[in-house]
């Protein structure tokens, strides 16, 4: 089965600094939940999900933020909810997950609450750095089948921007998957633009490898203002990535067996008006590896040997983490973390 996810679904991102703002992201997860068509059982587990995860941010933290939006996943239909904040952190973890246990004098539900109403949840914290949970719950019961990759990726306007000139899309069939970052020229409405086409030259492209896609998305972005632009393509089969970039895209590849960051290299131009050369390279890519692709709206100095299991959770933790820490501020941000599945075989040719 073949499935397209991308920038182009909307996600809010709430502050959360007061009572009040408990409410107004939970009526934002009711919305998008009755969009989708969940059940009323359902988008009231929902509801308790973001109630908790917003309370224990301003009970243990005192402000933080809540990003939800549409499953990140083309296994089905779902929404995923993600807490950040940069709080004392949780120094025992494993018993503040436990139901009755609280460093605050509360009844401790909601850390427990968070983990038995998610389909699919999980956390990282250190003592001193804050803490991000993450957690999916679908639509429909029983649980979809999980497609070949995880993903997670966050993006955000610089400030007095609503619209995000970085953009980001995964496509996954049974061989593999096809990955597209973009960041369009400036910010603002005509950058958004340009990110937007890239996205749509992948859903028009299926089949391309990287470099073709790069031409494909070349030939899109030539009425608007351009962009910075990278592709991939994973390939279960040949257990390889290939990439091909032009402009200003960071990216790596983390092999888990050898522990080993590789970085994507990407050629000067802009995708759309001056594209001098497309290269495709090609890296090992076994069951396990990470994918990790960034706008300069990102620090290019993040390490995550200093984020002691991070590698380990969910891609959607590790692109909170590096957008929380490593976020510059003055300009539009975006990250695309891709982590092959371990157990997942797909179908032979």
Same mark, same amino acid.
């Given at each position: 089965?073949?499935?397209?996810?991308?920038?182009?679904?909307?996600?809010?991102?709430?502050?959360?600094?007061?009572?009040?703002?408990?409410?107004?992201?939970?009526?934002?997860?009711?919305?998008?939940?009755?969009?989708?068509?969940?059940?009323?059982?359902?988008?009231?587990?929902?509801?308790?999900?973001?109630?908790?995860?917003?309370?224990?941010?301003?009970?243990?933290?005192?402000?933080?933020?809540?990003?939800?939006?549409?499953?990140?996943?083309?296994?089905?239909?779902?929404?995923?909810?993600?807490? !950040?904040?940069? #709080? &004392?952190?949780? *120094?025992?973890?494993? +018993? @503040?997950? /436990?139901?009755?246990?609280?460093?605050?004098?509360? %009844?401790?539900?909601?850390?427990?609450?968070?983990?038995?109403?998610?389909?699919?949840?999980?956390?990282?914290?250190?003592?001193?750095?804050?803490?991000?949970?993450?957690?999916?719950i679908w639509r429909d019961v029983p649980s979809p089948e999980p497609c070949?990759?995880?993903?997670?990726?966050?993006?955000?306007?610089?400030?007095?921007?609503?619209?995000?000139?970085?953009?980001?899309?995964?496509?996954?069939?049974?061989?593999?998957?096809?990955?597209?970052?973009?960041?369009? !020229?400036?910010? #603002? &409405?005509?950058? *958004?633009?340009?990110? +937007? @086409?890239? /996205?749509?030259?992948?859903?028009?492209?299926?089949? %391309?490898?990287?470099?073709?896609?790069?031409?494909?998305?070349?030939?899109?972005?030539?009425?608007?203002?351009?962009?910075?632009?990278?592709?991939?393509?994973?390939?279960?089969?040949?257990?390889?990535?290939?990439?091909?970039?032009?402009?200003?895209?960071?990216?790596?590849?983390?092999?888990?067996?050898?522990?080993?960051?590789?970085?994507?290299?990407?050629?000067?131009?802009?995708?759309?008006?001056?594209?001098?050369?497309?290269?495709?390279?090609?890296?090992?890519?076994?069951?396990?590896?990470?994918?990790?692709?960034?706008?300069?709206?990102?620090?290019?100095?993040?390490?995550?040997?200093?984020?002691?299991?991070?590698?380990?959770?969910?891609?959607?933790?590790?692109?909170?983490?590096?957008?929380?820490?490593?976020?510059?501020?003055?300009?539009?941000?975006?990250?695309l973390v891709v982590r092959r599945h371990a157990s997942y075989v797909g179908?032979?040719?």
């Amino acid at each position: 089965m073949e499935t397209l996810i991308s920038s182009l679904a909307r996600q809010e991102v709430h502050a959360i600094n007061h009572a009040s703002d408990v409410s107004a992201v939970r009526r934002s997860g009711q919305k998008l939940a009755d969009a989708l068509g969940f059940s009323e059982t359902r988008t009231g587990q929902l509801a308790l999900i973001i109630t908790e995860a917003a309370t224990n941010i301003l009970k243990h933290a005192g402000e933080g933020e809540i990003h939800v939006g549409p499953a990140q996943s083309g296994a089905g239909v779902g929404i995923d909810v993600l807490a !950040l904040d940069n #709080g &004392p952190g949780i *120094a025992d973890l494993a +018993a @503040c997950l /436990v139901d009755g246990v609280s460093s605050t004098g509360t %009844a401790g539900t909601g850390l427990g609450a968070l983990r038995r109403l998610a389909d699919e949840f999980d956390v990282y914290t250190r003592p001193g750095a804050g803490a991000a949970f993450f957690m999916r719950i679908w639509r429909d019961v029983p649980s979809p089948e999980p497609c070949g990759v995880e993903v997670g990726a966050l993006w955000a306007p610089v400030a007095g921007e609503e619209e995000c000139g970085d953009g980001w899309a995964v496509r996954c069939d049974d061989h593999g998957a096809m990955l597209l970052a973009s960041d369009g !020229l400036g910010h #603002g &409405p005509e950058a *958004a633009r340009a990110s +937007a @086409c890239a /996205v749509r030259a992948l859903e028009a492209h299926k089949g %391309a490898q990287a470099g073709e896609l790069m031409h494909a998305v070349h030939d899109a972005l030539r009425p608007t203002r351009g962009a910075a632009v990278a592709t991939a393509r994973i390939d279960f089969d040949a257990g390889e990535l290939r990439f091909a970039g032009v402009g200003n895209i960071a990216g790596c590849v983390l092999e888990m067996r050898d522990d080993k960051r590789r970085a994507l290299v990407s050629h000067n131009g802009i995708v759309g008006h001056n594209m001098r050369k497309v290269q495709e390279f090609a890296l090992p890519f076994s069951p396990g590896a990470l994918c990790i692709m960034h706008s300069d709206g990102i620090q290019t100095q993040w390490d995550l040997d200093k984020y002691p299991g991070l590698a380990g959770r969910s891609p959607a933790l590790i692109a909170a983490m590096l957008m929380r820490d490593f976020i510059r501020r003055r300009d539009d941000a975006m990250v695309l973390v891709v982590r092959r599945h371990a157990s997942y075989v797909g179908a032979r040719r």
